[in-house]
């Protein structure tokens, strides 16, 4: 949180090359270790529109893969629940989204993939669709309810501040 990466849309992917495989892999190692269901590049650092999930469906399926340069579209009944964010660690905050939710995008190759998710895939995806366009879950919130989440945040091994 504070990170002016975050706040910002983030640049397509134009090169499918060695470096993009190796930031995919990187956003799945950095998931693994924050035990997160999805993760956006903007998340650690930088601003390329690419994000991994293992996230599962509504039948307990662990639906696990990564887009890039993905494009969403939701639709069915606005679903109220739960929300947190490896950026903002520790509060969850209750947000209305969407029941379903189809991603069109590419994969590290550049090949063409859709991915499409209900229930709380559904809510992964645009949660981690919202963050390549510089939106963070708590931007969908309320003013009062945001800062409450703000003065909630608590540091975790992963993302605290390196002391000398």
């Known amino acids: 949180?504070?990170?002016?990466?975050?706040?910002?849309?983030?640049r397509p992917v134009t090169s499918f090359d060695a470096a993009l495989s190796d930031l995919v892999d990187q956003l799945f190692a950095s998931?693994?270790?924050?035990?997160?269901?999805?993760?956006?590049?903007?998340?650690?650092?930088?601003?390329?529109?690419?994000?991994?999930?293992?996230?599962?469906?509504?039948?307990?399926?662990?639906q696990v893969g990564h887009v890039v340069n993905p494009q969403i579209e939701t639709s069915g009944p606005m679903i109220i629940a739960e929300e947190?964010?490896?950026?903002?660690?520790?509060?969850?905050?209750?947000?209305?989204?969407?029941?379903?939710?189809?991603?069109?995008?590419?994969?590290?190759?550049?090949?063409?993939?859709?991915v499409r998710g209900t229930g709380y895939f559904a809510r992964c995806l645009q949660h981690e669709t919202d963050h390549l366009s510089g939106t963070l879950y708590i931007d969908h919130l309320p003013r009062n309810r945001r800062r409450k989440v703000l003065r909630e945040m608590e540091p975790f091994e992963w993302n605290a501040p390196v002391t000398g």
């Open 1 to 10: 949180m504070g990170d002016p990466v975050l706040a910002a849309r983030c």
């Open 31 to 62: 998931l693994a270790v924050a035990e997160g269901v999805g993760l956006a590049a903007p998340q650690i650092g930088v601003d390329l529109a690419v994000f991994v999930y293992d996230c599962p469906d509504e039948t307990g399926t662990h």
């Open 84 to 114: 947190g964010c490896l950026s903002v660690p520790g509060p969850y905050e209750e947000l209305a989204r969407a029941s379903n939710a189809t991603v069109r995008g590419v994969d590290r190759t550049g090949a063409p993939i859709e």
